[in-house]
T-cell receptor
Framework: ETGVTQTPRHLVMGMTNKKSLKCEQHLGHNAMYWYKQSAKKPLELMFVYSLEERVENNSVPSRFSPECPNSSHLFLHLHTLQPEDSALYLC??????????????FGSGTRLTVV | QKEVEQNSGPLSVPEGAIASLNCTYSDRGSQSFFWYRQYSGKSPELIMFIYSNGDKEDGRFTAQLNKASQYVSLLIRDSQPSDSATYLCAVKRPQKLVFGQGTRLTINP
C-alpha cells in the first residue's frame, strides 16, 4: 500500500446509524486532515492533526468526532447525521503543518450518503 | 469576501488551445500557492506549486503569480481532452490550505 488510503469508498447510512471513516497514510507524514467536499462548494477543512494532536477544529458539529491514534491513522466517527452531511469526505496528509512544495496528498475519499 | 475565489465555469476550450484559469485571494500576506487537478469522482492531485512572483513552468503547465494584484493563474498549453477536469486553487495559511471552489475545464476535441 502506498500513499493515502481511505475506507470505505462509499457509505450509505441512516440518520440514526453510527459509522466510522478510516484513513491510513504510508508516507511517513506528521500531519493529517479531514476535508468535506460538497457540490459547487470549496473544500471545507474540518479537522487538523499534527503528531496525533488535534490543532484545529473548524466549528464542526459534534455529530462528527475525529480520532487520531497514531501519526499514520485517522478516523472520523459519525453519528446521528443529517441529509445535508451527504458529501465526499477527503483525508489528506502532509510532511508537517507547513507544507511547502509537496502540498497535501489526498486519499480517494469516502462518498457518504445520509438517508 | 471569500479567502480564495475562482470562476466555477464551466470553461470550454478547443483542443490544442491555451486554457487560462484564474484565482484571486484576499490575504495579502499569503506566501505559497498550489494548483490541484481533480477528475470527476477522484481525489485532488497536486500539479503546481508557486511562491515567487512571476512564472513557473512545468511541461505544458505554467503558473503565474502576482502578489501585488493578489492573483495566481494556471495556463495549460496545447490543451488535451485528458486535461478536462476541475482545477482547484489553494492558498497556504497557518496550519492549513484554503481552497477555492474550483473551475471546471472542458477541452473539446
Amino acid at each position: 500500500e502506498t500513499g493515502v488510503t481511505q475506507t470505505p469508498r462509499h457509505l450509505v447510512m441512516g440518520m440514526t446509524n453510527k459509522k466510522s471513516l478510516k484513513c491510513e497514510q504510508h508516507l511517513g507524514h506528521n500531519a493529517m486532515y479531514w476535508y468535506k467536499q460538497s457540490a459547487k462548494k470549496p473544500l471545507e477543512l474540518m479537522f487538523v492533526y499534527s503528531l496525533e494532536e488535534r490543532v484545529e477544529n473548524n466549528s464542526v458539529p459534534s455529530r462528527f468526532s475525529p480520532e487520531c491514534p497514531n501519526s499514520s491513522h485517522l478516523f472520523l466517527h459519525l453519528h446521528t447525521l443529517q441529509p445535508e452531511d451527504s458529501a465526499l469526505y477527503l483525508c489528506a496528509s502532509s510532511q508537517d503543518l507547513d507544507p511547502t512544495g509537496y502540498g497535501y496528498t489526498f486519499g480517494s475519499g469516502t462518498r457518504l450518503t445520509v438517508v | 469576501q471569500k479567502e480564495v475565489e475562482q470562476n466555477s465555469g464551466p470553461l470550454s476550450v478547443p483542443e490544442g488551445a491555451i486554457a487560462s484559469l484564474n484565482c484571486t485571494y484576499s490575504d495579502r500576506g499569503s506566501q505559497s500557492f498550489f494548483w490541484y487537478r481533480q477528475y470527476s469522482g477522484k481525489s485532488p492531485e497536486l500539479i503546481m506549486f508557486i511562491y515567487s512572483n512571476g512564472d513557473k513552468e512545468d511541461g505544458r503547465f505554467t503558473a503565474q503569480l502576482n502578489k501585488a494584484s493578489q492573483y495566481v493563474s494556471l495556463l495549460i498549453r496545447d490543451s488535451q481532452p485528458s486535461d478536462s477536469a476541475t482545477y482547484l486553487c489553494a492558498v497556504k495559511r497557518p496550519q492549513k490550505l484554503v481552497f477555492g471552489q474550483g473551475t471546471r475545464l472542458t477541452i473539446n476535441p
